[in-house]
């Protein structure tokens, strides 16, 4: 409606500057020839007319014209044939005055005259040349057409931001609906709050089933790790960053803990202490506790901290990027370590990511250049090697490798590993051979390298952009 009210003034402008060239005869398409002879003021048989002098000539001053020195070159036409010379208007004869040309205009009455016209009737008016005029309204007519054009661009803009708007928050709005039928949902049996734990029910991980999921960004660069405290808050590390950030579900950041090292891998203890080590390769682990202060937990060098996961029975394993995994107590101490031969991989391979899982066996990825995936395997008790995955997945394709800084399970042992590479979120359970995809690109997910679930069920999955995603299962 408002783009309809706006090209309607357009056009009525346009019609308002026709107006006004009329009145001052201003014809682009004819040039209006006076009719009386410019020589002898004859108006009988006015025939001819000189280009070049932009005189018309009746036909005994036509002759005289031919013959004179400085005119016989001259270009002369029959009447009819009349152009003007450069563009320039050619002025209306007086109708009051024949013989005269209305070469004046008057800027009060807004009329065209000769000047005996304005001797008569305008001698106390503002005047100007006709053609003084003609050039000022062209450029107010530009000027005024350029207003116009910019208003109606502003116009279009307004009218554009608002349907974005309006789309906007339509989906925003769908987007808590969801939500609020999700929770309700939820309120029933399949998720009961006891004992200060949240259970929820174990169903089938289906992507096709994904309706709505929550995003956020923190203004961070690539999230490194992101670790539960309970099912509405995480703690978060990110590259570049000397900061501890805790942010809840809805995206707003609740907390956040300055340090004087850059933060990688993030694990809580039972005692809700976070553990936490460096990025970049060092051998030092620290500890938040629950007061906000800092203190080293443990030195485990030479070898150097990367992933950090603490089992049910407090027990610390903490992956070096070797063969080697050190299995630490409580108080940092080195109780024992897991090693593999050479027959697991080749020999520059080594322990990235892990994740405790709640039979006390873990779950570590293996592979090499800091990142990069090739396989995860499943360490039971007696640390064996019991399951492996590979890269297969369950519509029949295998992926090369994976590239992660941080894996995680929920209370069902599943295992969650994202991949920036292919912009997706994996799920391998139990002992099966194939990984099922449970986010991937279609649900705006785009570059995934750490994923955690907390106790109610909620995967939270950080990206190289620094968004966080939220979902429940």
């Known amino acids: 409606m408002a783009a309809c009210k706006i090209w309607l003034a357009f056009t009525g402008f346009i019609k308002t500057l026709i107006a006004m060239a009329s009145k001052l005869a201003i014809c682009c398409a004819q040039v209006h020839v006076p009719n009386t002879c410019a020589w002898c003021e004859s108006i009988q048989d006015v025939n001819w007319y000189c280009n070049d002098c932009q005189e018309a000539l009746c036909e005994r001053c036509f002759e005289g014209h031919q013959r004179a020195r400085k005119t016989r070159n001259d270009v002369v036409v029959q009447i009819t044939k009349a152009t003007r010379q450069n563009g320039a208007v050619l002025p209306e004869v007086c109708t009051t005055h024949p013989g005269k040309s209305c070469d004046l205009y008057c800027t009060e009455c807004h009329v065209v005259m000769c000047s005996m016209c304005f001797t008569q009737k305008h001698k106390q008016h503002t005047f100007k040349h006709l053609e003084e005029e003609v050039v000022s309204q062209k450029l107010y007519m530009h000027d005024q057409l350029k207003n ?39 309120l029933m049996p399949d998720c009961i709050l006891k004992n200060g734990d949240c259970r929820y029910e174990q169903r089938n991980i289906n992507s096709k089933q994904v309706r709505q999921i929550g995003a956020y960004l923190i203004h961070v660069r690539q999230i490194n790790s992101i670790c539960p405290i309970d099912d509405t808050q995480v703690w978060t590390s990110a590259s570049g960053s000397n900061e501890l950030i805790k942010v809840n579900k809805n995206g707003k950041v609740t907390e956040s803990v300055k340090l004087d090292f ?3 891998c993030l694990t809580l203890t039972n005692t809700e202490e976070l553990l936490i080590t460096c990025c970049g390769g060092s051998p030092l682990i620290h500890k938040l506790s629950k007061d906000r202060q800092i203190t080293r937990f443990t030195d485990i060098s030479p070898l150097q901290a990367y992933g950090i996961s603490v089992s049910d029975s407090d027990e610390v394993f903490v992956t070096t990027r070797t063969k080697t995994i050190q299995v630490l107590n409580m108080s940092g101490e080195r109780i024992r370590q897991i090693s593999f031969g050479m027959s697991l991989q080749a020999h520059a391979y080594g322990m990235l990511s892990i994740v ?65 590479i292919t912009n997706q979120v994996y799920v391998i359970s139990g002992n099966d051979r194939t990984a099922q995809c449970l986010l991937d690109d279609r649900h705006g997910l785009m570059g995934p390298t750490a994923v955690c679930v907390d106790r109610c069920g909620h995967v939270w999955v950080g990206c190289f952009d620094g968004s966080v995603y939220v979902m429940e299962l």
Request: hydrophobic share 35%; charged share 25%; aromatic share 10%.
């Open 148 to 186: 116009l054009k910019s208003s109606l661009d502003g116009h279009v803009s307004t009218l554009t931001k608002r349907k974005r708007d309006s789309k906007s928050f339509k989906e925003s709005a769908y987007v808590i609906l969801q939500t609020v039928q999700t929770r309700l949902s939820h």
């Open 356 to 420: 405790c899982l709640t039979t006390g066996y873990i779950a570590v990825t293996i592979g090499n250049f800091g990142r990069y995936c090739k396989e995860m395997v499943v360490i039971n008790i007696t640390d064996q090697v019991i399951h492996n995955w590979s890269g297969r997945l369950d519509h029949g394709r295998t992926i090369e490798k994976t590239m992660q800084c941080d894996i995680a399970r929920d209370r069902y042992d599943r295992v969650f590993v994202p991949d920036f």
């Open 262 to 264: 850059n933060p990688w």
